[in-house]
């Protein structure tokens, strides 16, 4: 039997807030247990929640983004469940009112152009962390994450393969980063994946059973776990066997997926109004003002970066992959009008710099300024490109200007008519049997001359020079 595969993905998104949902407490990483708790997320009685602005402010221009229509009245729903990390026993979260409904995002696999459509995407808090350590006596609750502020955006069912996914996990998470809402980091758990799977009998209307896939934290880990369960679904199918409605947790180690639990119906959640929150109203003078705060997203950047500056696709790709590569990019440009050569030198020397630092581009040790300093000292026939590639590692660890390292190198390309006439008369005086070749016709034999040039000047004539220079001496 042929299945087609159908999945629908929900993300949460840690928003960049200082504070949390609901509560003044800080949203830091990897602080003591339990140091960054109130009265209102350790759920005490008596207390009441306040919303976030900020949140409610990264939520709409995220819902902007990916083109969704905002509920201008929008609201909190409590959603009921028992958990240890829960300490409230209820996660305030949104139902029938999210804050962002029916966009649409468009996604690149091959040479195919495809939108997914976003179902929705809600506030809600995240829960605190059950810490179980190996022979501690029973388990310990941290609250510090309970109430950080999360974005759940919940797509339709519209992809159909592990590429597919990855190529919309990719660039949601580009355009998170590039509103400054998200860090997207998935190895924290900064930006979670929940692909829903199922399959159904080509030709067949009706969705099959889906099941929920967690535990993925990274790219490579998607796609392994969504082509695992597609495989095992269809052993089981085909076996005349049934999908059971659960959610199964992604094993790195062993490269598969197991039964976590069976999946609940959303009445079982007994969700409810959140009487202690008013309806949140949204003036569309507001929505408006933030559409205009809407940086220029990936897409739009990757297509100007070819049709102004002429790049090559892939170029504008790996460029736009981060608003920091993309802006020092853009720097450079600035002052050094030769768009392929400046992404020539950002994609490879730099790039290879950065990424075996770890380094962000808004962080790089060598400026848009020097790296530009650098171009003109080939442009200006000062050092050979070949010179320029040597010294970029030096350039980019000791954080000093090019020229100086040129200087206390003397890597200074020699142009000089006189000093290479010098160098020039030598390779003929000693390449006899060749110089006759070239006479007699054999032009091919000029690069090798040219090569002993290069070679007894250690590199630094400047080749244009000594071919001019050589053709007119063995003219003569
Ligand atoms: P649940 O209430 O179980 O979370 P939802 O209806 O909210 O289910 O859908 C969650 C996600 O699962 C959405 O992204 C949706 O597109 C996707 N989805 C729903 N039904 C299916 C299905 N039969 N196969 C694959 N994905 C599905
Ligand atoms: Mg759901
Ligand atoms: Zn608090």
Redesign the pocket.
């Given at each position: 039997m042929a299945y087609e595969v159908?999945?629908?993905?929900?993300v949460h998104a840690q928003l960049l807030t200082q504070s949390k949902m609901f509560c003044a407490c800080g949203t830091k990483f990897g602080l003591p247990a339990n140091s960054q708790t109130c009265p209102i997320c350790l759920g005490m009685p008596g207390t009441l929640p306040v919303i976030n602005k900020k949140a409610v402010e990264m939520a709409v221009r995220t819902g902007l983004a990916l083109q969704c229509r905002i509920g201008e009245k929008n609201r909190f729903a409590r959603k009921n469940y028992f958990y240890p990390d829960l300490p409230k026993g209820y996660q305030i979260s949104q139902y029938e009112a999210p804050i962002c409904e029916q966009g649409s995002v468009e996604v690149e696999v091959g040479q195919a152009k495809k939108p997914i459509r976003i179902?929705r995407a809600h506030l809600e808090e995240d829960a605190g962390k059950n810490i179980h350590e190996a022979g501690a006596h029973g388990s310990r609750v941290d609250l510090n994450r309970a109430g950080t502020p999360l974005l759940e955006i919940?797509?339709?069912?519209?992809m159909c393969s592990a590429d597919e996914v990855v190529a919309y996990l990719k660039q949601l998470r580009e355009t998170l980063m590039y509103l400054e809402v998200c860090d997207g980091n998935m190895e924290e758990g900064s930006l979670r994946c929940e692909p829903?799977?199922?399959l159904r009998p080509v030709g067949q209307k009706a969705?099959?059973?889906?099941v929920?896939l967690k535990n993925i934290n990274s790219f490579k880990f998607v796609k392994e776990a969504i082509e695992y369960e597609i495989k095992r679904q269809t052993k089981v199918l085909n076996e005349g066997g049934k999908i059971a409605q659960e959610t199964r947790l992604w094993d790195s180690d062993k490269g598969e997926t197991a039964t976590m639990r069976s999946?609940e119906?959303?009445h079982d959640y007994r969700y409810f109004p959140d009487p202690d929150l008013v309806p949140l109203s949204l003036s569309p003078e507001w929505i408006e003002e933030l559409r205009t705060t809407l940086p220029e997203l990936p897409g739009a950047r990757q297509r100007r970066f070819v049709g102004e500056y002429g790049l090559p696709k892939y170029d504008a790709e790996v460029l736009t992959g981060t608003k920091a590569m993309a802006d020092y990019f853009e720097a450079c440009v600035r002052l050094f009008p030769q768009p392929k050569t400046v992404s020539n030198w950002v994609m490879g020397e730099l790039l290879r710099e950065l990424n075996n630092a770890g380094v962000s581009a808004a962080a790089s040790p060598v400026s848009p300024e020097r790296l530009v300093s650098l171009l003109q000292l080939v442009e200006k026939a000062t050092i050979s490109l070949k010179v320029a590639r040597e010294i970029f590692p030096e350039l980019y660890a000791s954080g000093k200007a090019p020229e100086q390292i040129v200087q206390e190198k003397g890597l200074t390309q020699v142009s000089d008519e006189g000093a290479l006439a010098k160098i020039i008369d030598e390779v003929i005086a000693k390449n006899h049997a060749q110089v006759e070749q070239y006479r007699g016709g054999k032009e091919a034999v000029l690069g090798f001359l040219v090569g002993q040039v290069m070679k007894s000047s250690g590199g630094k004539a400047n080749p244009g020079k000594v071919n001019e220079l050589l053709k007119k001496k063995l003219a003569g």
């Open positions: 159908v999945i629908g993905l929900e179902r919940v797509t339709e069912p519209d829903n799977l199922s969705f099959g059973t889906k929920e999946k119906e959303a």
